[in-house]
T-cell receptor
C-alpha cells in the first residue's frame, strides 16, 4: 500500500470556482504534513504546511484529520495561475526525516 | 536569498557510463536531501544529510549510487555505472530544521540510453 494516496484527477474547473483535493496517508506515525505545488517540468514548491487545527493562507485552506489519516486542500476563487499539480506530502519523522509524496492531483483552471 | 541550485539541468549518458550530479543547498541549511522521480511514479526519497553526515540513506537503490557532502556544504550524487532504470529527475532539497518543509532545487533530468 502506498504511503500517500491522492486522486490524480484531472480537475478542470472554471475561474472563480472552489475546488477541494483530498489525500490519505497510511502510516499513523506520520508527524508533519504539507501541500506542495508543481508546475510542468519544474520542481515542487512548498505551498503550505498542514496543522491539526487547520490553517489558512489567503485563498488556500488546509485541514488535517489524524483519526482518519486524511488531509485536504481547499482553493477558493480559483485563478488561472492556480493550474498546476498539487502534491500531498507527509513526513514520518520518527526515525526518518524523509518526505513521502503522493503522485499529485492535476488542476486546470479554465477561463 | 538564493534557492537550491543543481547542476547539470540535463544529462544524457550511455549505459555503463558515470554521471555526477551536484546540489548547492540554501546557505545555512544543515539538512540536505536527494529525491528521484521516475517517469509515471511519485517522487521518492534517496537520502538525507545533516551537515556532512549521512542521517538516512535507506532510499538509495543500490551500491551504484554514492552521495557525498564534504564540508557540509554542497553535495554530489554519483551513479556508476549507470543503468537504463536510473533515468529520471533527481531533485535536491534543503531545510534549516528537520521538522519544517523542504525547499527543492530545479532538478537534474538524467537520461540513460
Amino acid at each position: 500500500r502506498k504511503e500517500v494516496e491522492q486522486d490524480p484527477g484531472p480537475f478542470n474547473v472554471p475561474e472563480g470556482a472552489t475546488v477541494a483535493f483530498n489525500c490519505t496517508y497510511s502510516n499513523s506515525a506520520s508527524q508533519s504534513f504539507f501541500w506542495y505545488r508543481q508546475d510542468c517540468r519544474k520542481e515542487p514548491k512548498l505551498l503550505m504546511s498542514v496543522y491539526s487545527s487547520g490553517n489558512e493562507d489567503g485563498r488556500f485552506t488546509a485541514q488535517l484529520n489524524r483519526a482518519s489519516q486524511y488531509i485536504s486542500l481547499l482553493i477558493r476563487d480559483s485563478k488561472l495561475s492556480d493550474s498546476a499539480t498539487y502534491l500531498c506530502v507527509v513526513n514520518r519523522q520518527t526515525g526518518a526525516n524523509n518526505l513521502f509524496f503522493g503522485t499529485g492531483t492535476r488542476l486546470t483552471v479554465i477561463p | 536569498e538564493a534557492g537550491v541550485t543543481q547542476f547539470p539541468s540535463h544529462s544524457v549518458i550511455e549505459k555503463g557510463q558515470t554521471v555526477t550530479l551536484r546540489c548547492d543547498p540554501i546557505s545555512g541549511h544543515d539538512n540536505l536531501y536527494w529525491y528521484r522521480r521516475v517517469m509515471g511514479k511519485e517522487i521518492k526519497f534517496l537520502l538525507h544529510f545533516v551537515k556532512e553526515s549521512k542521517q538516512d540513506e535507506s532510499g538509495m537503490p543500490n551500491n551504484r549510487f554514492l552521495a557525498e557532502r564534504t564540508g557540509g556544504t554542497y553535495s554530489t550524487l554519483k551513479v556508476q555505472p549507470a543503468e537504463l532504470e536510473d533515468s529520471g529527475v533527481y531533485f535536491c532539497a534543503s531545510s534549516a530544521y528537520s521538522r519544517e518543509g523542504q525547499y527543492f532545487g530545479p532538478g537534474t533530468r538524467l537520461t540513460v540510453l
